[in-house]
């Protein structure tokens, strides 16, 4: 039985996207070899790599300006990568809105004079700091956000500006919504949740900014390393980058991110009105900053709670379990979550509210 998967990540990806690669596994496009055996080095593999990155190009609108890279380590590798390519000044301050924006914050400290700027701590991370008040340090580096919060379902809905450069973890809801790739000098993201399967990290980064890391940084850190090689400094994750390309074919198809968006915001606004309209489930965070695609819930009774979760698979609705930090329910609705998917979450959520109320 296929089920609806609402995992934070590794996430549901589109099913075109797994049809395609499934036709395509064993042969692909007559080369007589699957992309999982094929030498990177290869004629056939480098259209794949070159065609991922020129996508991403064309959906996000990322100018020359920019590298696209492909690395590994995941974006927590990037927490470290971060500091060790950009602080030249040795100063950055980091805005901490949940879990990932804390170990980005707190491995940041190892490398440099990092401050947090702002903190939505004092209330569980169930909102963003008002972006306008937020004051940062003179003569930075950098400052680094977290656009999505995967954890507690918050997500900016406008930007810092900064006079320093601006950094953003985007793992969460990267190729989802619009964003003005422009406003930022580096953008990273595991690509897990809205790209491809684990393995891969897509690294956007101005061209400007990676010419000096630290003396410490790890050749396989450095951005100008992989930037010199188009990604092919060593073996790179090659099936992921292939899913990548597949699953931006998809987006592109599908009339690309602003298309995408409005399905998103769609898709979100369905599940938060029938938990705003019920006395029996709550979401905890703020409105104006609720993810579009991670939605936490509560019943408020944690033994519920659990049995929501248990039942709700019996019924094909898995990975529904809130992350131990929030506790409850969590539903991610990434690009490939199906419309259909949310309405049959939002009809078992019914029948349960029925059952136990
Ligand atoms: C916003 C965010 N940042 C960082 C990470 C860590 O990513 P990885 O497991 O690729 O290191 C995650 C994982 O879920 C995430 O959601």
């Known amino acids: 039985m296929k089920v609806y998967n609402f995992s934070a990540g590794p996430s549901t990806l589109p099913e075109e996207v797994l049809l395609s690669a499934q036709k395509d596994f064993i042969n692909y496009n007559n080369s007589g070899m699957s992309v999982t055996e094929m030498s990177h080095r290869g004629k056939v593999y480098d259209e794949i790599h070159c065609e991922a990155i020129a996508l991403l190009r064309?959906?996000?609108?990322?100018?020359?300006?920019?590298?696209?890279?492909?690395?590994?380590?995941?974006?927590?590798?990037?927490?470290?990568?971060?500091?060790?390519?950009?602080?030249?000044?040795?100063?950055?301050?980091?805005?901490?809105?949940?879990?990932?924006?804390?170990?980005?914050?707190?491995?940041?400290?190892?490398?440099?004079?990092?401050?947090?700027?702002?903190?939505?701590?004092?209330?569980?991370?169930?909102?963003?700091?008002?972006?306008?008040?937020?004051?940062?340090?003179?003569?930075?580096?950098?400052?680094?956000?977290?656009?999505?919060?995967?954890?507690?379902?918050?997500?900016?809905?406008?930007?810092?500006?900064?006079?320093?450069?601006?950094?953003?973890?985007?793992?969460?809801?990267?190729?989802?919504?619009?964003?003005?790739?422009?406003?930022?000098?580096?953008?990273?993201?595991?690509?897990?949740?809205?790209?491809?399967?684990?393995?891969?990290?897509?690294?956007?980064?101005?061209?400007?900014l990676i010419g000096n890391p630290m003396a410490i940084c790890p050749t396989m850190l450095k951005y100008s390393t992989q930037a010199s090689d188009n990604s092919l400094y060593n073996t790179p994750p090659c099936f992921s980058i292939y899913m990548a390309m597949l699953t931006c074919r998809w987006l592109k198809k599908l009339g690309g991110i602003k298309e995408m968006q409005k399905i998103n915001e769609y898709k979100a606004g369905l599940l938060y009105d029938f938990i705003d309209n019920s006395a029996f489930y709550k979401n905890p965070v703020d409105r104006t900053d609720r993810s579009l695609m991670n939605v936490p819930f509560v019943t408020g009774n944690e033994e519920l709670d659990a049995l929501f979760v248990k039942e709700a698979a019996k019924n094909g609705l898995v990975s529904l379990k809130g992350h131990r930090l929030v506790g409850g329910m969590r539903a991610s609705i990434y690009n490939a979550m199906p419309i259909e998917g949310i309405n049959a979450l939002i009809d078992f959520m019914k029948e349960f509210q029925q059952k136990n109320k």
């Open 58 to 208: 064309e959906l996000m609108g990322i100018s020359e300006d920019y590298h696209v890279l492909f690395v590994q380590g995941g974006a927590s590798m990037q927490f470290e990568a971060v500091p060790l390519n950009l602080l030249t000044k040795g100063k950055a301050d980091y805005v901490v809105t949940g879990n990932f924006a804390k170990k980005a914050f707190e491995e940041a400290k190892k490398y440099g004079d990092i401050v947090a700027a702002a903190s939505s701590k004092d209330k569980n991370f169930t909102y963003i700091p008002d972006v306008d008040a937020m004051k940062f340090r003179e003569d930075i580096d950098y400052v680094h956000i977290t656009t999505n919060n995967t954890i507690f379902g918050t997500r900016y809905t406008k930007l810092p500006t900064p006079s320093a450069t601006l950094v953003a973890d985007m793992s969460s809801n990267i190729l989802s919504e619009v964003m003005d790739v422009n406003k930022f000098g580096l953008i990273y993201a595991g690509a897990q949740k809205n790209i491809a399967p684990a393995g891969l990290t897509v690294v956007i980064v101005k061209k400007d």
